[in-house]
C-alpha cells in the first residue's frame, strides 16, 4: 500500500454549510502537511479519517479500510484534535494510563509504554502535576503523547502548532520529524500557515472551501506565489513619473494613482519581475520611496487565485 | 476485532470517577441532610411508625431522589463529554461504541447506586434513632435500597438516553419527572400504570407489607420482568443511537 | 480598491435615557425566548392544558358575572404552578449563569447600565416572558367569561378582571426570584434549571410530608402560598386555619431574600471573586 489515504470526490456537509465539497486526495506514506485558511476543511476531514463522521458523497479509505463504523482501524491511527479536551483535575500520567485502558492495553505493557511516551514528547518531568497547570505548549504534548501510546501507523496531527509561542513550536516541529524519520509513523498534520507546515515536509496538500486546491511538492506551491498576480502598494514622493516609467512594462497591468499623489496601487502580473526591475525604475524617475508592500504574497491570495 | 473488555471497564471506571469528583457531591450531600432531617423530624411525631416511615421513604426517596438524581447524572454524562468534546477520546479508542456506551451505563449505575445508598443509609438511620418503634425498621431501609436500585437501572437507561439523544436533556427529563410521573399519572384510569414509579411500587408491594404499597395495584413479578426489559431495550437503543451518531 | 484615511465620527444618533436602557435587556430576552423551541413548545402545551379548558367551560357555562373565587380557583390549579415553574426554570436558567459562565457582566456595566440597571432588565424580561402564561391567558379567559355573562354588572367584572390582572403579575414575581438567585449560583443552565425545580418541589414534598401533623406546614408549599395569596389579592376571605404571618413571610422570602443573592453575586463576580 503505498497511499495511506484515498479520497475520491468527498462532500460532506452540515445543514446548509458545506465542509467538503468534491474533495480528492492521495496521501503517501511519510509526512503530509494539509494547508488551508480556517474553515476550509481541515478538521472535517480529520474527522472523517477518524469516524467521527461520515461521508455524505464519494469514498474514502484510510490505510486501505473504511473509517465510519470500524474501530477496529482506530488501533492503527492516533489522533490529536485541535481544540483542548484534556481533563484538568487528571495527571498527565493519569490520562495517559485511561488512554491505555480504552486501547485495551494490559497493566504491565502500559506502565513501560507511558513512560517511553513522556520520553518521546519530553514530559517526564511533568507527567505527575495536573493538567490544569500545564502550558499549551505541554498540553500539545500530552495530547501527542496520548495519540502515539498504542503505537499506531499513522498519525493524525490537527494544527498542533496553534496558539503556541516560538519555542515550543519549534519543539513540537522537531517532534513531528522524529516522529517519521525516527519512529517509522506516518504524519498528516494540518495547518494554515505555510512556512510552519513548509519545516515539517515537502509533501503539501491544498485545501480552501472544501475543494482540494493544489497538492504536490511546496517549492511548486511557493512559485504559485510568486507566478499570480499581486496588488502592490508603493507611497512616496515624486512617484509620477515612476508611474509612467512603470505603464510602459508588459507586467504591469494597471496603475491607480491616490489623489495627493504620494501612493499608489500598481498590479502585476509577474510580481518578479516588477521586484527585480524597480531599483532601476526608481533611480530612473528620481522618486523618494518610503513603502512597498505587496498585498497579495501569502496563501490566501493563492487560493483565491487557484480557486478563481 | 476481538472484545476490549478492558476498554469497556475504563470507560466505565473513567466515568464514574468524572461524575463522583463533579462539585455535583455538594448537592447530594445537601439533599442527605434534608432527607435526614426530615426523616428523624418525622420520627418524633405522634404516630411515626414503620407504616409512616415506608411512607415517607417513598415520597421522599422513590418519588422525588431518585428520579431527580438519575435525571441530573445520567442526562448530563454523555452530553457534557458531547459539549465538550472530551469524547473524542472514547470515539477515537478501538472501541464498538455500542460497547462504550455498556460502559457509561455501567459506571452511572454504579454511582447512583452508591449514593442512593448512602442517602437512603442517612434517611433511615435518622428515622430509626429518633422513633420509638424499630422492629423491622433496618429490613424496610434494606427493602428500599434493594428496591431503588432497580430504579436506578431504569431511570439511568432512560436519562441517559435523553442526553444521548438531545442537546437540551433535562427539560424532557423534568417534563416526565414532574408533568408525567407526577401529576398525569395520580389521574384516575390505568394511564398510571405507564409510569415507571407505578411499576416500582407493584414490586415494593411484594416486597414489603408497610405503607400504602399494600394497596398498589399490579403484579410485583411481572413488574419487575417489565422493568427489566424495559431497561434492556433503553439501554440497546441507546448504544445504537450512539453508534450511528455522527460526533463533530 | 484606494486606500481610506481611518475616521473616527462620534455617534450622533438617538441615545436611549439612561433609565430606560433596562428595557433593552429586558426586550432582548423576550426575543431570544421566543425564539427558543423548548419554551415555545411548552408554552403552547402548557396553555392548551391549562387555559383552554376553563376558556371553553365558563365561558359557555351560564353564569350571570365574573366571580373572583371562580378566578381564584383557576388560578390555583395544580397544573397551572407545575407548569409555571417549568417555565421558570426553562426562562431563568440562563438569565444569569451564562453571564457568569463568560463573564460578560461587562458588556453591561462598562455601558451607562450598573448592576441594578442590569438585574431591572433582567428581571423584567423574565417577568414579561412568564407573563405571557400566568397573565395574558388568564385575562383571556376573564374577558370571554365577562363577554358573555348573562348579568349585567359589568363593573363588577372590570373589577375581577383588574384583580387577575394583579394575580397574573403577582404570579410570575412570586417565583422569578428563585430562579434568577438559583441562576447567579452556577454556571450551568442545566443545572440552573434543574435547581429551581428542585427548590420548589423539595418545599411542596416537606410541605405534604408535615402537613398532616400541623397545617401551618402547608404554608411552607409555594403552590399554597400562591393560592392563598391569591385569596387575598382577589378580596377573598382567609380560612382560618391559614397562618397570616406564615402566609407573608413566606410571600416575602421567595420574593425579598433571593433578588438579594442575585444582587450580591453579581456584585462579588464583578469585584473578580
Known amino acids: 500500500m503505498s497511499n495511506v489515504v484515498e479520497a475520491r470526490f468527498l462532500s460532506k456537509w452540515y445543514g446548509e454549510v458545506i465542509g467538503l465539497n468534491n474533495f480528492s486526495i492521495d496521501v503517501p506514506k511519510g509526512i503530509t502537511g494539509i494547508v488551508g485558511p480556517n474553515g476550509a476543511g481541515k478538521s472535517t476531514f480529520f474527522k472523517l479519517l477518524t469516524g467521527n463522521i461520515k461521508t455524505n458523497v464519494g469514498h474514502l479509505r484510510v490505510l486501505g479500510e473504511e473509517p465510519w463504523r470500524n474501530p477496529g482501524l482506530l488501533a492503527k491511527i492516533g489522533f490529536c484534535p485541535d481544540y483542548d479536551f484534556l481533563p484538568p483535575d487528571l495527571k498527565g500520567r493519569e490520562y495517559l494510563r485511561f488512554v491505555a485502558g480504552l486501547h485495551g492495553m494490559d497493566a504491565n505493557r502500559t506502565a513501560t509504554r507511558v513512560d517511553e511516551v513522556l520520553g518521546i514528547v519530553s514530559m517526564v518531568k511533568d507527567a505527575d502535576r495536573s493538567m490544569g497547570g500545564y502550558s499549551k505548549g505541554m498540553r500539545q504534548r500530552i495530547k501527542i503523547a496520548g495519540a502515539l501510546l498504542h503505537e499506531p501507523q499513522l498519525l493524525l496531527l490537527d494544527e498542533p502548532l496553534t496558539g503556541t509561542d516560538p519555542l515550543i513550536r519549534k519543539e513540537i516541529i522537531d517532534l513531528v520529524k522524529d516522529l517519521n524519520k525516527v519512529h517509522g509513523h506516518d504524519v498528516i498534520v494540518s495547518s494554515h500557515v505555510l512556512h510552519e507546515i513548509e519545516r515539517m515536509t515537502h509533501q503539501v496538500a491544498l485545501i480552501y472551501k472544501g475543494r482540494s486546491v493544489a497538492s504536490g511538492d511546496i517549492s511548486e506551491i511557493r512559485q504559485l506565489m510568486s507566478d499570480h498576480p499581486h496588488n502592490i502598494v508603493l507611497e512616496g514622493r515624486g512617484l509620477v513619473p515612476l508611474a509612467q516609467l512603470l505603464l510602459s512594462k508588459p507586467y504591469t497591468s494597471s496603475i491607480e494613482l491616490r489623489p495627493d499623489r504620494l501612493g499608489m496601487f500598481v498590479r502585476v502580473d509577474r510580481p518578479e519581475e516588477f521586484f527585480n526591475y524597480l531599483p532601476d525604475l526608481v533611480a530612473e524617475a528620481g522618486c523618494e520611496l518610503e513603502r512597498v508592500e505587496s498585498l497579495d504574497d501569502d496563501l490566501e491570495s493563492v487560493f483565491r487565485y487557484l480557486v478563481g | 476485532m476481538s472484545f476490549n473488555f478492558k476498554g469497556l471497564w475504563t470507560v466505565a471506571a473513567f466515568s464514574a470517577r468524572k461524575l463522583l469528583m463533579n462539585r455535583r457531591w455538594m448537592l447530594v450531600l445537601l439533599l442527605g441532610v434534608l432527607v435526614a432531617s426530615v426523616m428523624g423530624y418525622a420520627a418524633t411525631e405522634d404516630g411515626a411508625d414503620m407504616d409512616f416511615a415506608s411512607d415517607l421513604m417513598a415520597m421522599l426517596l422513590l418519588a422525588f431522589l431518585l428520579p431527580v438524581l438519575s435525571l441530573i447524572y445520567g442526562a448530563s454524562m454523555i452530553r457534557n463529554e458531547m459539549d465538550d468534546r472530551s469524547i473524542v477520546q472514547v470515539i477515537t479508542a478501538p472501541l464498538d461504541r455500542r460497547i462504550s456506551y455498556l460502559g457509561y451505563y455501567i459506571g452511572l449505575v454504579m454511582v447512583l447506586c452508591l449514593l442512593i445508598t448512602a442517602v437512603t443509609a442517612v434517611g433511615g438511620l435518622a428515622f430509626l434513632m429518633f422513633s420509638p418503634e424499630r422492629d423491622g425498621g433496618v429490613q424496610l431501609v434494606l427493602t428500599f435500597i434493594v428496591l431503588q436500585y432497580l430504579g436506578v437501572m431504569i431511570y439511568s437507561a432512560l436519562f441517559l438516553l435523553l442526553g444521548t439523544m438531545l442537546r437540551q436533556p433535562i427539560y424532557l427529563g423534568l417534563f416526565y419527572i414532574f408533568i408525567w410521573e407526577g401529576f398525569v399519572a395520580s389521574l384516575p384510569g390505568s394511564i398510571g400504570d405507564l409510569t415507571i414509579r407505578h411499576q416500582l411500587q407493584s414490586v415494593a408491594s411484594e416486597l414489603t407489607e408497610l405503607g400504602y404499597f399494600t394497596s398498589s395495584s399490579g403484579d410485583g413479578a411481572v413488574a419487575a420482568l417489565v422493568l427489566i426489559a424495559l431497561t434492556v431495550v433503553l439501554v440497546l437503543a441507546g448504544a445504537f443511537l450512539f453508534r450511528e451518531k455522527e460526533i463533530a | ?273
Open chain 3, 1 to 273: 480598491m484606494g486606500l481610506n484615511p481611518i475616521g473616527y465620527k462620534p455617534w450622533d444618533g438617538k441615545r436611549t435615557e439612561h433609565g430606560r436602557r433596562f428595557l433593552v435587556v429586558a426586550e432582548s430576552i423576550l426575543r431570544h425566548k421566543l425564539k427558543t423551541k423548548w419554551f415555545l413548545a411548552l408554552l403552547i402545551i402548557g396553555t392548551f392544558l391549562v387555559h383552554v379548558m376553563p376558556l371553553f367551560i365558563y365561558s359557555m357555562m351560564p353564569h350571570r358575572e365574573l366571580e373572583a373565587e371562580v378566578m381564584r380557583d383557576y388560578l390555583g390549579n395544580g397544573m397551572y404552578f407545575i407548569f409555571e415553574v417549568i417555565l421558570v426554570a426553562l426562562v431563568c436558567s440562563d438569565l444569569i449563569s451564562e453571564d457568569m459562565r463568560s463573564n460578560s457582566f461587562i458588556l453591561y456595566v462598562s455601558r451607562a447600565m450598573g448592576v441594578k440597571g442590569y438585574l431591572l432588565g433582567k428581571w423584567t424580561g423574565a417577568m414579561v416572558t412568564i407573563g405571557l402564561f400566568t397573565l395574558l391567558p388568564p385575562l383571556a379567559v376573564a374577558v370571554a367569561v365577562t363577554a358573555t355573562q348573562s348579568g349585567s354588572d359589568y363593573l363588577g367584572s372590570l373589577k375581577v378582571i383588574g384583580q387577575t390582572l394583579i394575580a397574573g403579575v403577582w404570579s410570575a414575581a412570586m417565583l422569578v426570584p428563585v430562579g434568577l438567585a438559583v441562576s447567579s449560583l452556577t454556571a450551568k443552565k442545566t443545572y440552573a434549571s434543574v435547581g429551581t425545580f428542585m427548590f420548589f418541589f423539595g418545599l411542596m414534598l416537606v410541605s405534604g410530608i408535615f402537613s398532616g401533623l400541623s397545617p401551618d406546614w402547608n404554608m411552607i408549599s409555594p403552590p399554597e402560598v400562591l393560592y392563598q395569596s391569591h385569596t387575598v389579592l382577589y378580596g377573598l376571605e382567609l380560612s382560618d386555619d391559614v397562618n397570616r404571618f406564615l402566609l407573608g413571610a413566606m410571600a416575602f422570602l421567595l420574593t425579598v431574600p433571593p433578588m438579594a443573592l442575585v444582587y450580591y453575586r453579581i456584585m462579588r463576580k464583578e469585584a473578580g471573586k
